[in-house]
């Protein structure tokens, strides 16, 4: 009887201590938090070139979601990691900025009268 004893309250015992434990491995991962759902969105296949096409003919702007600004042309236009179309009207709303124009490749213009040195007399 005493062995008998012994041996339900050792089963009992090695019961109570396994059964949290499988329930833990059982347990399905926590949900993503926003930041990675934001990213995981974020990162979408890139457009392709009709799709580009598409959209410069539709008059939208790509913008690029990672660094909040948009692009009405140019080599950033649906070329940036993260990024969509939209129109220029719902970007704006949205708080994003427009890209400015780089001044690197710009070609100074002069002015035909600036150009040439007055004459002399």
């Known amino acids: 009887m005493q062995l008998l004893k012994r041996l339900l309250t050792t089963a009992a015992l090695t019961a109570a ?6 329930a ?5 991962a926590p949900a993503a938090d926003a930041k ?5 969105a974020a990162k979408t296949a890139p ?7 598409d959209a410069k003919a539709k ?7 990672s660094t909040k600004v948009y692009h009405t042309d140019g080599k950033y236009y649906g070329n940036t990691k993260a990024g ?13 900025r427009a890209a400015k124009e780089s001044p690197i490749g710009k070609k100074k213009t002069t002015t035909p009268a600036a150009a040439t040195p007055p004459a002399k007399k």
């Open 59 to 65: 008059g939208l702007v790509w913008v690029n979601t």
């Open 47 to 53: 457009p392709t070139a009709a799709e580009i096409a």
């Open 36 to 40: 990675t759902k934001t990213k995981a």
């Open 17 to 22: 201590l396994t059964l949290p434990f499988a």
């Open 24 to 28: 833990v491995a059982q347990t399905p």
């Open 84 to 96: 969509k179309f939209m129109t220029a009207a719902d970007a704006d709303k949205a708080g994003y």
